[in-house]
């Protein structure tokens, strides 16, 4: 996995804390991109825990805009002639919210093999959980079409973000 960057959001002391020791599973790189909310008060703590694992961490500290995604662009922008041939963008969630982590990180070292084979295949789009909790597990642009026609007018909004999402990854990459 020598060919990817891993960029997170962080906000939330133990869900940073447990995305870091669950991403230092399988990315064994020695840089690492963090974005955090600016003048929160446990930046210095995430930063702290993320040094354990990596020699190191390229951080920015942005305005919060309620969304995650902002500070990702932020990174992005002024780092990403340093970045690998792939990115794997993570963000932290509410500590009522540790499961997603687990369902979302998980794969990545119990199944490295096969991910690793997607990569190769450049067969990897956006990838969420695919619990019901979280009503989608959708990897490419057809598949979140084919799947808002199914869902509720209530939960279309998730397909909306992640349309959103896969439109903001699209213009990143040119």
């Known amino acids: 996995m020598n060919n990817i960057s891993v960029v997170l959001h962080l906000y939330y002391l133990e869900s940073s804390k ?19 909310i600016k003048d ?12 354990k694992y990596y020699k190191n961490i ?3 500290e942005e305005e919060n805009l309620g969304s995650d995604q902002y500070g990702f662009f932020k990174i992005f922008s002024k780092h990403n002639e340093n970045f690998k041939d792939w990115i794997l963008y993570l963000h932290d969630k509410n500590e009522t919210k540790m499961d997603f982590i687990n369902e979302l ?12 084979e997607s990569m190769d295949k450049k ?11 979280y009503f989608l597990s959708i990897i490419n642009e057809e598949e979140i079409t084919k799947n808002s026609e199914q869902l509720k007018l209530k939960h ?19």
């Not at 020791?21 to 020695?30: A, E, L, Q, W």
């Not at 067969?123 to 909790?133: A, D, L, P, R």
């Open 58 to 60: 390229i951080y920015n």
């Open 18 to 36: 447990l995305l870091l020791d669950k991403i230092s599973k399988f990315y064994t790189g020695n840089d690492l991109y963090i974005s955090l």
């Open 40 to 51: 929160e008060k446990n930046n210095t703590q995430i930063l702290e825990h993320a040094r």
């Open 156 to 174: 279309r909004v998730y397909s909306v973000r992640q349309r959103h999402t896969l439109s903001w990854l699209r213009e990143l990459q040119y």
């Open 105 to 116: 990180v998980d794969p990545f070292y119990v199944h490295r093999k096969e991910f690793i």
């Open 123 to 133: 067969n990897i789009g956006m990838i969420t959980s695919g619990s019901e909790n």
